[in-house]
C-alpha cells in the first residue's frame, strides 16, 4: 500500500474521531482552542488539515486528547 495513502487515511480517521466526540461532547472549536491555548483559527486550520488528509503535530494531537479525554494516539515507553 503506498505511503502516502496510508498517511492520509490515518489523519482522516483522527479527524473522525475527534468530530465524533466533540458532536458527542456537544463543543464548539471555539471553545476547545480556548482550553487548550490556541486561537479559534488555528485549531479550525487544524481540523481542516487533518480533514484534508494532512498531518498536524503530536503536540497539538495530545493537547486535543487531553482536553477530549479520549485516546488519539498513545506510546509504551
Known sequence: MDKKYIEKEISKKLYAKIT???SKKNLRYREIAEKIGTSNQNFSDQMKNLRNGKY???RFL????EFLDIDLIFFCV
Open 56 to 58: 498536524i503535530t503530536i
Open 62 to 65: 495530545i493537547k486535543i486528547q
Open 20 to 22: 465524533k466526540e466533540i
